[in-house]
């Protein structure tokens, strides 16, 4: 089995045991790093580094919601699970791509869900991974791709993190590799992954992206590029609210 690097973010010291021994429990291999502060691990989270975040939404300072919120502006997209008392921040675990929300006392059957999951969101990762370009191939996630723009004989990646390659291609030849995910076709010279749109300018007609950036829409597939990225919404809200149940 592979092993999962999973962070723990929580101040009360009983409640961090108790989450490590479900961990521990769950029989995965695991390599768990804890912090008691959101501040202590901001400074060590990083692109790639953890497979699977639990954090603590009452934590002294900076507290669990701003702590994730900026982790997504980070472009780091590992599945997060809160753990709190209460659910005056489900709305929140939404907005933030959180997978998982979990009351105290966290229980065995919502840790091991949380960990199946980061399982399977690794494992697909490691299937997605796209190579691109002969003479300078680039290797990326599908997941970690925001959107691809075309200018002349050359493509823009722009990715999670602020990354950014340019090489030479065509996004005919390109959507093929991506038809499989999440993503739509919403101009010639653009095409853009539905899971980083931000919202959508009628008056510009542009694909507002996460981590900034905007994707032209043709004015002929403005109904379908909207109707794209709700059916998308719609799709992504109900499988985060089978999750959660």
């Known amino acids: 089995m592979e092993q999962l690097n999973i962070a723990v973010c929580e101040d009360d010291r009983a409640d961090l045991q108790h989450l490590c021994r479900l961990i521990t429990a769950n029989g995965a291999s695991a390599n768990v790093s804890a912090f008691e502060t959101g501040e202590d691990f901001l400074a060590a989270c990083q692109p790639d580094r953890f497979d699977l975040i639990f954090m603590d939404i009452y934590l002294d300072g900076l507290n669990g919601v701003e702590t994730v919120r900026r982790v997504r502006s980070m472009g780091i997209t590992a599945p997060v699970a809160f753990i709190t008392i209460s659910e005056d921040f489900a709305m929140d675990s939404y907005r933030l791509d959180v997978e998982k929300y979990i009351e105290k006392p966290a229980r065995q059957e919502k840790v091991d869900e949380s960990i199946a999951l980061a399982l399977r969101k690794k494992e697909e990762r490691r299937i997605d991974m796209i190579v691109w370009g002969r003479r300078e191939p680039v290797e990326f996630s599908a997941a970690q791709l925001?959107?691809?723009?075309?200018?002349?004989?050359?493509?823009?990646?722009?990715?999670?993190?602020?990354?950014?390659?340019?090489?030479?291609?065509?996004?005919?030849?390109?959507?093929?590799?991506?038809?499989?995910?999440?993503?739509?076709?919403?101009?010639?010279?653009?095409?853009?992954?539905?899971?980083?749109?931000?919202?959508?300018?009628?008056?510009?007609?542009?694909?507002?992206?996460?981590?900034?950036?905007?994707?032209?829409?043709?004015?002929?597939?403005?109904?379908?590029?909207?109707?794209?990225?709700?059916?998308?919404?719609?799709?992504?809200?109900?499988?985060?609210?089978?999750?959660?149940?």
């Open 146 to 245: 925001r959107y691809v723009e075309q200018r002349e004989h050359f493509l823009t990646f722009y990715l999670t993190g602020g990354r950014v390659w340019r090489r030479k291609g065509k996004l005919n030849d390109l959507e093929p590799l991506l038809a499989k995910h999440s993503f739509f076709r919403c101009h010639k010279s653009y095409l853009v992954n539905l899971n980083f749109v931000l919202n959508i300018d009628r008056e510009q007609m542009v694909f507002q992206m996460k981590e900034g950036g905007n994707a032209y829409i043709r004015r002929e597939t403005f109904y379908r590029a909207k109707g794209a990225w709700e059916n998308w919404l719609f799709t992504s809200a109900r499988e985060k609210g089978e999750a959660n149940e």
